[in-house]
């Protein structure tokens, strides 16, 4: 099942991978480890991109939020990351005047 903090997760372990695969570049790190962690950004990269589609399909998360994951994600995941941050934070006031009863 998709859901939006699955995703959103999905989305920090991307970068985390990401911010790895950056230091081993900068610092010259092992071949074999750059490309272990070149190949899990790219799939990485590919798997989010579809589930932000039918997460979007599903209505679960908006769709300027999958095309900053699937569309700037390519280049750095960092901005797919801090876009389900804003979300999350954007959506906040509605969420907690729904479980007051409020709407």
Do not use: Q
């Not at 074999?32 to 932000?52: K, N, T």
């Amino acid at each position: 099942m998709i859901t939006f903090n699955r995703l959103k997760y999905l989305s920090f372990a991307h970068s985390a991978i990401y911010f790895t695969l950056l230091v081993l570049w900068l610092s010259d790190g092992p071949e074999g480890l750059r490309s272990i962690f070149g190949w899990l950004h790219g799939i990485g990269w590919i798997v989010m991109s579809l589930l932000c589609i039918v997460a979007v399909r599903k209505r679960v998360i908006p769709l300027w939020l999958a095309v900053m994951v699937a569309v700037v994600g390519g280049i750095g995941p960092f901005a797919g990351s801090i876009s389900f941050v804003v979300c999350e934070r954007r959506n906040a006031p509605a969420e907690r005047a729904l479980e007051r009863g409020m709407v």
